[in-house]
């Protein structure tokens, strides 16, 4: 098994312009999130989805959409991006169901100039 | 929101040390995980904890649920250098509800380990 992968590994955007990270994982988790971790910030939890089909807010979900169309993908979209959303994003699964233990990916780190 | 002070914030010592951390809650905590990330990866699940007093062991690793719920010890035996790594702890709110989303992360211990 996989597990959680992300896509791309890293990416360097202009200020203004878009982009997709994709998250898939392949352990049949119910829930997905995505993170996103700045110094001294720790991790923080921008969208996250209870199953197929639902998403929801975050601690910080401004500048940031997501969708889950598929049960192992969840994919985050930044339509404008800023130099404030400069940081290492990571997505996590967790099975559901009561148990909360949450697997994540490897991350991608994005810079937007 | 609540918040978790996780302690020290960083960890110079020397291969062969024991070492310890924490992770303080300001509300009570009925789930307690930590985990560790090495440079340019993605935290790895070391331990979860679930009861008050729960004590559990994953190799070197022994990690320890509080009586009181609002903390959490981490104590990593005799140290390799493949230890270095940040060490976070994540904790879910015993008022969240049942809701099993949403974790509460510390902001890391950093462990640096000299050969």
């Known amino acids: 098994n996989a597990g959680v992968t992300q896509t791309p590994k890293f990416r360097v955007l202009k200020t203004g312009q878009s982009m997709t990270l994709l998250c898939a994982q392949d352990m049949n988790h119910e829930y997905m999130y995505w993170y996103r971790q700045d110094p001294g910030m720790g991790l923080r939890l921008i969208h996250y989805?209870?199953?197929?089909?639902?998403?929801a807010k975050g601690e910080v979900p401004d500048g940031y959409n997501v969708s889950r169309l598929k049960k192992q993908n969840f994919l985050l979209g930044l339509e404008s991006a800023a130099p404030s959303q400069t940081s290492v994003y990571f997505c996590?699964?967790?099975?559901?169901?009561?148990?909360?233990?949450?697997?994540f990916g490897p991350g991608t780190r994005l810079t937007v100039l | 929101g609540q918040q978790l002070n996780q302690s020290p914030q960083s960890m110079f010592i020397q291969e062969g040390e024991d070492v310890s951390m924490n992770c303080t809650s300001s509300?009570?905590?009925?789930?307690w995980l930590w985990y560790k990330q090495d440079p340019g990866e993605g935290p790895v699940l070391l331990i979860a904890l679930y009861k008050a007093g729960e004590l559990t062991s994953n190799g070197r690793l022994t990690a320890q649920f509080g009586i009181t719920r609002k903390d959490s010890f981490l104590n990593i035996s005799a140290s390799i250098p493949s230890d270095v790594g940040i060490y976070f702890c994540?904790?879910?709110?015993?008022?969240?509800?049942?809701?099993?989303?949403?974790?509460?992360f510390g902001k890391g211990t950093l462990l640096t380990v000299n050969p």
């Open positions: 996590a699964s967790s099975y559901g169901g009561g148990t909360i233990e949450q697997f």
């Open positions: 509300s009570i905590f009925n789930t």
């Open positions: 994540a904790g879910r709110d015993f008022n969240s509800g049942g809701s099993n989303y949403k974790l509460t």
């Open positions: 989805s209870v199953g197929e089909g639902t998403t």
